[in-house]
Each structure stands twice: as C-alpha cells, then as structure tokens.
C-alpha cells in the first residue's frame, strides 16, 4: 500500500496493471457529546459512549474557589491508587487515587484552556492514557502563564465509561466542560 | 454540605445532590492529600532556596552549571 496526496495506491488483481488508486474512506471529525459548566465540589461525566476511536475532552474558564487549586481527574468513580501522571518521558509507579490536569490556577481570573485526548479509550484490554495540553493563570500572578504538557496515566484495562472532574480543594466556581467523541 | 455534579451524557439528564458520607468521606481524604502534597512541595522549594544561599549561587547559574 503506497499513499500520495490523500489518495493510496494499493492492489487490486481485477486491474490489468494489479494495482489502483483509492480515495480514503469517509472518517474523522468529532462529535459534541455534550458540554456544561463546572459547579459544585465535583463534576461526573457517566454514560460515556464507546462508540468512538477516542474522546477529546475541552475544560475552558476553569475556575475554583481556592486560590491554586489544581483540576483533577478519575475514570469510573475509581478512587483507588491507580493513576499517576507525567510530563517527561519516564517510568515509575501509580502511586495516585487521582490524575493532574493542570499546574496552579488563578481563583479570581480564569482565561485557561486544558485540552486531553484519551486514545482508544473503549478497548478492554490495555491501561488507558491521556494526552494533556493546558495553560492558565498563574495562581501568584494572573496575569502569568502555566503551560502543562501532561500525560494522565490510569492502569486498569476496562472501557472509559465515565470521566470525573474535581478541584484539588474548594468547589469549582466557574468553567465550562466539553466532550468529544472522534471517529 | 458539598455538593456534586452528575451528568449523564447518554440521557442528558443533569443531577445537583449533596455527596453521600461515602464521597465526603473521600473528598476530605483528597483535600489532606493535596494538603500534604503542597507542604512537600514548599519544603522542597525551601531546601532548594537554603543550599542556593549556602552555594552563594543563582538558579541561573545553578542550571548554567548543570547544563
């Protein structure tokens, strides 16, 4: 199979030639599954479809109520040590009953934007991952910037069915969530 | 009392309840987690400080010497 352009060149022996070109097959694109605001101590995403390739979760405007506090993450309701996260190429222990999203954010100005991808988050046999990209507001000076290149690190094998957010302390004051499945 | 979000995507429904003693029971074992998390993380910070002064060095020019 040979690809040029968008279009791939693969074999066929109805073709006197043995080979043809295809066009690739209609895929890709995401689909809002839902969207809300952050409010109260804790946010539970359940029923997630496993209909898709991956899902791509957006968090805009994340703000708490205590000045720092960080995003967290869990899958299922599973409050046990199984997570950890990292930003660097590295290998250690999930050592964690939760995930980081983000460094510090601002309590009083909220402009961040956390984007995470979870690959192949329906399959059932493999530890499950996802990639994180964010900035926000420092929590010392707002008008400061954190950037976190984060990867969230979950070691069960089951379906991502249900995705839990939470402020590492306080409630969420403000913040809006968005849940895309990709195809 | 604190409160938790629940969304069900595949409905839509949207439920605001107060967390069962279950999950107050967890959230305050997540807050002194994160408690302890950030006094390590200043401890940390202030070992850092302390042997920059006893170096008589900057971060800077610890990570020139480190580069």
């Known amino acids: 199979l040979f690809r040029y352009g968008s279009a791939f060149f693969v074999a066929d022996s109805v073709e006197t030639t043995g080979l043809k070109w295809v066009a690739p097959a209609a895929g890709g694109g995401y689909t809002l599954l839902t969207s809300g605001t952050l409010s109260s101590s804790a946010v539970n995403l359940t029923s997630i479809s496993a209909s898709y390739t991956d899902l791509y979760l957006v968090v805009s405007n994340y703000k708490p109520e205590t000045d720092g506090a960080v995003l967290r993450i869990r899958f299922n309701g599973d409050t046990n040590t199984r997570y950890n996260w990292t930003n660097a190429s590295s290998g250690g222990t999930f050592n964690s009953s939760y995930a980081e999203l983000n460094a510090t954010q601002d309590n009083t100005v909220a402009q961040g934007l956390i984007t995470v991808v979870f690959r192949d988050y329906s399959n059932t046999s493999t530890w499950k991952f996802g990639v994180v990209e964010g900035i926000s507001n420092a929590a010392d000076t707002a008008t400061s910037w954190n950037y976190q290149p984060l990867k969230v690190l979950y070691n ?28 | 009392m604190s409160q938790i979000k629940i969304h069900n995507i595949e409905t839509g429904e949207i439920i605001e309840r107060e967390m069962t003693a279950e999950e107050l029971f967890q959230l305050e074992k997540d807050n002194k987690e994160a408690e302890a998390r950030a006094a390590e993380i200043a401890k940390k910070a202030a070992e850092k400080a302390a042997l920059l002064e006893k170096l008589g060095i900057t971060e800077e020019e610890a990570k020139l010497l480190l580069a």
């Open chain 1, 156 to 183: 069960q094998t089951g379906a991502i069915s249900e995705i839990n957010l939470f402020p590492s302390s306080g409630n969420f004051t403000s913040g809006n969530y968005y849940l895309y499945g990709v195809k």
